[in-house]
């Protein structure tokens, strides 16, 4: 099971690496548009969608949307330290 467990994790990296390579594309093109990199309308929508993908799988809402909101700030911090506004 521990292996399963390693494959897990590494396939958990991957996504991540993924999902912050799109950020820099999407971010990149804000930049281009001139546009804020924050929205917060779709940040709701997201925390709403994530809650619902919590319960589906029966995990509890309130961690999922910790673990995201560490995830995004990671993003963010990123963003603003390679000097692009947030808002």
């Known amino acids: 099971q521990r292996r399963r467990i390693d494959a ?6 991957a996504l991540l690496a993924e999902r912050a390579r799109v950020v820099r ?3 990149d093109e804000k930049e281009r548009r001139g546009a804020p990199l924050r929205d917060p309308q779709r940040e709701a929508a997201i925390q709403a969608d ?3 993908l919590a319960r589906q799988h029966g995990l ?3 961690a ?3 673990i995201f909101a560490h995830i995004v ?3 963010l911090h990123s963003g603003l330290r ?3 506004p947030t808002t």
């Open 82 to 84: 390679a000097g692009q």
């Open 8 to 13: 897990i994790d590494a396939q958990l990296v």
């Open 64 to 66: 999922v949307a910790a």
């Open 60 to 62: 509890e809402p309130a």
């Open 25 to 27: 594309a999407i971010w």
């Open 50 to 52: 994530l809650a619902e």
């Open 73 to 75: 700030g990671v993003d």
